[in-house]
């Protein structure tokens, strides 16, 4: 056991964000877009036809922030949106050919190095993770809700 578990804790929470931070400026540098919308386009590119919605729930973001995400991803040429054939309210995406090439170059992990570990966790540890982390939350005399909407690399 450490001699001060508060800052062991303190050390491994800087340990994890920095580590983030690093990895989503190799993303920026090596292909032009933000850990945000790599995370995105991997998401798209493995459930062709996801909705916008269905992608907002699956980065754990506001839907006007995936479709912030979309809009630079659709200009760069690495997404396109199709309205369904069933309700053309609904819009589709699909990754194009320039955003599939971008992915297979792309530094790994693409999803990023928390998301990926998180995904890793066995389902125990993750639980566990989880309740440690309200309990932390909890504690905290000023909490920004909005914050857990916003993805890491754009903060």
């Known amino acids: 056991m450490p001699d001060n578990p508060q800052l062991s804790v303190l050390k491994s929470i800087r340990l994890i964000l920095g580590s983030s931070k690093k990895h989503y400026r190799r993303i920026e540098a090596e292909c032009g877009l933000s850990g945000a919308a790599l995370w995105a386009l991997v998401e798209i590119a493995e459930r ?35 309205r ?52 932390l939350i909890e504690q905290m005399e000023h909490v920004d809700r909005e914050s857990a909407t916003r993805p890491i690399a754009e903060m």
């Open 48 to 82: 062709p036809g996801l909705s916008v919605s269905d992608l907002a729930r699956m980065l754990a973001v506001h839907q006007t922030t995936a479709s912030n995400l979309l809009q630079r991803l659709e200009q760069a040429g690495l997404v396109a949106r199709t």
């Open 84 to 135: 369904a054939d069933t309700d053309l309210r609904v819009v589709l995406l699909r990754p194009t050919d320039a955003g599939l090439a971008l992915l297979s170059r792309a530094p790994k992990p693409v999803r990023g190095v928390l998301q990926e570990a998180l995904l890793r966790l066995p389902p125990d540890a993750l639980a566990d993770l989880d309740r440690a982390l309200g309990a």
